[in-house]
Structure formats: C-alpha cells, structure tokens
C-alpha cells in the first residue's frame, strides 16, 4: 500500500512539473487558512495561437478565491506598478455546473473599480476559440476609469448550484473543468490582449488535473488521520 500511495505521489508530482515547465499556470496556491476558511490563489496564461503583444506581461493578473458563507468570492487583481495604464476591461467565466450568479459583482472591490453583470462587450473571450472557451457568465467594466486599473481589484461573488461546495469548485479549477478569462486593454502601447487559466497548451490537462487531485486526495487523508 506505502509503494502505491509512494508511485501515485511520483506521478502527481512528475504532472504538476511538466505542467511548470510547459506554461505559467498550472494549479492553484494556498495562501492561507484550511478547508472553508482557505484562501487560494492562482494566475493567468497566454492562449495559444492568439495575440502575442502582451506576451510578456501576464504575470500582472491573477485571481484569489475563497469561500464567503454559503457563496465564492473571486477577486481579480491587476498587480501591474502605479501609473501602468494597463486595465482589464471584461472577464469572462467558463463554467462546469457549479457556480449561479444573482447579482454578486462588485463585492470587496478595491480602487475605483465598478463592472457591470449583465454581460460584456466584446461578448465572448477574445481569442477564447483557440482554446474551447465558452462563457456561462461575463462582466464588463462600466467605462474605462472603472475597469481593474493598476493596483486594483474586483470582487464576485457567486452561489452554488444544489449539492455543490466550495472544495468542488476549488477541485474544478484545478482541473481547469472551471476557467476564467480577462481582456486585458492598453496590455502593452495601448493594444489589447486576453488570457486565460490555462495549464498547458496541448495535452495536459488531463494529466495535471489528475496528478493534482491524488495530491490533494492524499493531504485530506492524511489531515483526517492525524485528527483522529
């Protein structure tokens, strides 16, 4: 039984490297706390066969995600330096039968931020094709003082479908079953550009998913052991 947990770890481990050394995003990070006081963490990727003009600066954006009562809140953070003009416009949701949204937008928004949910402008994910993105919901800044400037922040919060739970969605975006997308405008000498969590650009999804998930498996056990 030591051998097999041993082989599966090995496996989950080797996945979530190959995933690292292939693309930027592979799954999310805990920041803090445990179980549903856990804050994770996670980023955004460049999509293959899209733009390239801002290749080079995705690492500005990411996304937190952490239980808020009964609901998940998302927050969107645009970590480029002061006086950047890079803003992100409108993000977009890939759902997988977990999240409902009813009005949750602009929860805990830090900066002048302020979006719309009844939809975006462009209405689909930018460069989304090239990936097999498609949009259940979408949000759009409402002019663009209001978009998520440098420094800022915007908050969603959304319910959960009946007889799913946070540790579902969490599970879901590891498995990148649940993907998030943003436009980004002004990315790089005011031309645009859009990114997505996304772990690799080819095969390895599956791989990931599943390494990630005996590893996760595994630390639950072990937790639930060592409290009994």
């Known amino acids: 039984m030591k051998s097999m947990i041993l082989g599966s770890s090995l496996l989950a481990a080797a996945a979530v490297s190959v995933a690292m050394s292939a693309a930027p995003v592979a799954a999310l990070t805990l920041v803090s706390g445990s179980g549903d006081t856990a804050i994770y963490k996670s980023g ?4 293959p066969g899209g733009d390239t003009v801002g290749d080079g600066v995705f690492s500005r954006y990411e996304f937190t995600i952490q239980k808020d009562g ?16 890079s803003r992100i416009a409108e993000v977009y949701f890939d759902d997988s039968g977990l999240l409902t949204y009813s009005g949750g937008v602009n929860t805990g928004n830090i900066g002048t931020v302020s979006f719309t949910g009844l939809g975006a402008n462009p209405p689909n994910l930018p ?3 090239n990936i097999g993105f498609n949009q259940d919901f979408s ?7 209001n978009g998520i400037n440098a420094g800022e922040a915007l908050g969603i919060r959304f319910g959960l479908q009946s007889g799913k739970t ?4 969490v599970d879901a975006l590891d498995l990148h079953t649940l993907r998030l997308g943003i436009h980004v405008r002004d990315a ?5 550009d859009a990114y997505a969590t996304i772990p690799t650009p ?3 999804p599956g791989l990931i998913g599943l390494g990630i ?3 996760r498996k595994r630390q639950r056990q072990q937790a639930e052991e060592s409290d009994a």
């Open 44 to 47: 955004f990727a460049n999509i």
């Open 70 to 85: 009964s609901n998940v809140l998302f927050k969107i953070f645009n970590l480029a330096a002061t006086g950047n003009l």
């Open 127 to 129: 460069q989304g094709n």
């Open 139 to 145: 949000f759009d800044a409402t002019s663009n003082a």
């Open 166 to 169: 946070f540790q579902n969605v």
């Open 188 to 192: 790089v000498g005011g031309n645009s």
């Open 202 to 204: 080819a095969l390895l």
């Open 213 to 215: 998930g005996a590893i």
